[in-house]
Structures are given as structure tokens and as C-alpha cells.
Nanobody, 117 residues
């Protein structure tokens, strides 16, 4: 089992920056991929960014060039650096992880990001 705890959400003005952090505990060596998923009221959820244990990253088109996901190693938090924030980035951001055999998925509780115009 893996437990995920997010931190770093809050209120920021458009154009500003914020960093989200997700700390994993438990069977962290079983994790293959970690990432961030967001859901805004009335909108479809979106997988924002992912990073594999090998360091391969992937981003939603809506955040490319603005968001950066990073993770030093399995023992360190995965972070999402968000720059040039827009009001449409407002959402609850959930940390995500998967891994193991068979593959299991894990989710954090979510952290609110609000970007004011």
C-alpha cells in the first residue's frame, strides 16, 4: 500500500507561481509512475503531468511550458512547479501514483488551487 499526502495549494493571482508537493509513504519502491490530476467544478478531470521512476515526464497540452514535474528519487516528494498560472488552472489537484504487480493506483486527498484574475 502507498499513502499520498499533498501540500502547497492555495490562492494566487494570475501570472503567479506555486509549487505543489506530494509525499509518498508505505511501499514506495513499488511506485512506477507519479503525477498530478486536477478536477474543476463543472469540468472534466485532467491528468496534468506524470513522471516515471525512470524520469520520463508527460504533460497535458494545457500546461506545457508552464508546469514542471520533478522527483529526485523514490524517497523524495514529487513536486509540481506551476508558473504563469491562469484562472482556468483553478481546480482541486490530486496526487497520483501507480505501481506494483498487479498494478495498483493510489490517490491523495487533494489540494485546492485557486487562481484569481
Amino acid at each position: 500500500q502507498v499513502q499520498l499526502v499533498e501540500s502547497g495549494g492555495g490562492l494566487v493571482q494570475a501570472g503567479g507561481s506555486l509549487r505543489l508537493s506530494c509525499t509518498a509513504s508505505g511501499s514506495i519502491l513499488s511506485i512506477n509512475t507519479m503525477g498530478w490530476y486536477r478536477r474543476a467544478p463543472g469540468k472534466q478531470g485532467e491528468l496534468v503531468a506524470t513522471i516515471t521512476s525512470g524520469g520520463r515526464t508527460n504533460y497535458a497540452d494545457s500546461v506545457k511550458g508552464r508546469f514542471t514535474i520533478s522527483r529526485a528519487d523514490a524517497k523524495n516528494p514529487v513536486q509540481l512547479q506551476m508558473n504563469s498560472l491562469k484562472p482556468e488552472d483553478t481546480a482541486v489537484y490530486y496526487c497520483y501514483a501507480d505501481g506494483g504487480v498487479p498494478v495498483n493506483s493510489y490517490w491523495g486527498q487533494g489540494t485546492q488551487l485557486t487562481v484569481s484574475s
